[in-house]
């Protein structure tokens, strides 16, 4: 499928250019790297760098944000931008034409609607800028996926989104009946859209988003003693709830004449599906796991018009948790061995400047893995810890894989595939371990102070706070 490039928009904004970039890291003194006892990684939804930080785009020396042709949007407004796997095809052929979207009742669209950046006159998304200021901040973060949410968190769950490892195809969408129940234990009619390495959503009938393969937490659990795992999400049937479309983690059973996941992680606690704000009273009770993921509720996501604005407090609350606990009982103080990543499953359909980095112009025939389907544009990609040198803005190739390869490096796991190489160079983890493992973000021989994060929400009104619960979005 060949993806050209149209001229410049009447924006005035630089358009994209499938065209190679040199890239290197803004120097950090070398140190020997720390292993970590807890990784935690924070999902947020739908944004690029270019409308999460465009308020402030030249916040701090080196970060690459677009300067000009965008104009404000609050956080929490009205409008949705179309972002499925054709629209990333549009955006990226177009320059970023419009996109269909929806809204609320009496929503006024502006006329570019993708074209926008987070209005933070208010303070709104102060948090993030505050976190990449003090710790680190990724200049070329992108999502492994060419599509919205369901896919994205297979990737970032398993580091792929291909029904089973000896399949050529990827699931690319959502799902396709609505009541967005996703995963094993969804109604029999539910569907997902396959996509071939050409690009196609149409050579393959859709199919049941159940998958069978190797996920990370399949490598935690083979340690011995197994490391620990949570996940953390809104509502059992979400499209953001990963584990619920893996048969052998589900394990999908009818409780009470409904069908559910009925799997050991389903009932000894591994998965939180109703309550995300349980990571923050773990970490005060010190019952953090060694690999946690943390999704919001559709308040909380940043999903536009689904969001309340509270996304940035949210995010700043775990982190100011982590970095604020007392010593455990065993002495233990989880600022000294945690790190956070934070960062949104997809673009949104938000306009960002920098091209993906390995977009597949003309696919190999056969295709090889990825053919079709990889890379997407950018997302932000912050990274706290002690070890993190403050205002550290980082130049590297990243995207999901590369979070996965650092959990499997700093625990010393192996790849999710294994060591056959038939199966090995099926997962992003694998294909990441040439971008390295994020080590430049942990540099500091020793570690340094917490520096808290101001926000107007802390965790105690995440706790107490009544919500939903509902998934964040269908998109």
């Known amino acids: 499928m060949a993806r050209a490039h149209a001229a410049s928009t009447s924006t005035g904004i630089r358009p994209l250019a499938l065209t190679a970039f040199g890239l290197s890291c803004l120097a950090a003194p070398a140190q020997s790297a720390p292993t970590f006892a807890h990784i935690v990684i924070v999902f947020q939804e739908n944004r690029t760098p270019d409308n999460i930080f465009g308020s402030n785009p030249t916040f701090e020396p080196g970060v690459d944000i677009a300067t000009s042709g965008l104009t404000p949007e609050p956080l929490d407004g009205c409008y949705d931008i179309s972002h499925s796997h054709a629209s990333f095809e549009d955006a990226l052929n177009s320059g970023f034409a419009a996109e269909p979207t929806s809204h609320k009742k009496g929503c006024t669209l502006p006329s570019s609607p993708q074209f926008k950046y987070v209005d933070n006159s208010t303070g709104t998304v102060q948090p993030y800028f505050d976190i990449a200021t003090n710790y680190g901040f990724a200049n070329r973060m992108f999502q492994t996926?060419?599509?919205?949410?369901?896919?994205?968190?297979?990737?970032?769950?398993?580091?792929?989104s291909q029904p089973s490892v000896d399949s050529p195809l990827f699931a690319a969408e959502n799902m396709s009946v609505k009541g967005d129940v996703a995963g094993c234990a969804a109604a029999s009619g539910q569907r997902v859209k396959l996509i071939d390495g050409y690009g196609s959503e149409t050579s393959n009938a859709p199919i049941f988003p159940c998958f069978e393969h190797n996920t990370l937490v399949d490598l935690l659990g083979a340690t011995t003693p197994p490391i620990t795992w949570r996940y953390y999400a809104p509502n059992p049937g979400s499209i953001w709830l990963a584990p619920n479309a893996i048969q052998h983690i589900c394990q999908p059973g009818t409780v009470k004449k409904k069908l559910q996941c009925t799997g050991p992680d389903w009932t000894n606690g591994d998965i939180v599906a109703n309550n995300p704000a349980q990571v923050l009273t773990d970490i005060s009770n010190c019952?953090?796991?060694?690999?946690?993921w943390v999704i919001p509720t559709a308040e909380e996501s940043d999903h536009a018009s689904i969001n309340n604005g509270t996304g940035p407090a949210w995010v700043a609350s775990i982190v100011n948790a982590i970095g604020q606990q007392a010593a455990c009982p065993n002495g233990e103080t989880y600022w000294n061995d945690t790190a956070i990543i934070i960062s949104w499953d997809d673009w949104g359909g938000w306009y960002d400047h920098v091209p993906p980095f390995?977009?597949?112009?003309?696919?190999t025939d056969p295709?090889?893995?990825?053919?079709?389907?990889?890379?997407?544009?950018?997302?932000?990609?912050?990274?706290?810890?002690a070890y993190t040198?403050?205002?550290?803005?980082?130049?590297?190739v990243h995207d999901f894989g590369s979070i996965l390869y650092f959990i499997e490096h700093n625990f010393g796991l192996g790849f999710i595939g294994g060591s056959d190489m038939s199966t090995y160079g099926q997962y992003a983890d694998y294909h990441a371990r040439s971008r390295g493992w994020l080590s430049e973000f942990f540099t500091r021989g020793t570690p340094r102070s917490f520096v808290a994060i101001p926000a107007r929400y802390n965790a105690r009104y995440f706790i107490q706070a009544p919500h939903s619960m509902a998934g964040p979005d269908n998109d």
């Open 145 to 160: 996926n060419e599509g919205p949410s369901f896919p994205a968190h297979q990737f970032i769950f398993g580091g792929t």
């Open 287 to 292: 019952n953090l796991q060694g690999v946690s």
């Open 358 to 363: 390995a977009v597949n112009v003309q696919p």
């Open 367 to 385: 295709p090889a893995w990825g053919d079709g389907y990889t890379y997407g544009f950018r997302v932000p990609m912050l990274v706290v810890s």
């Open 389 to 396: 040198p403050p205002g550290y803005v980082n130049n590297k």
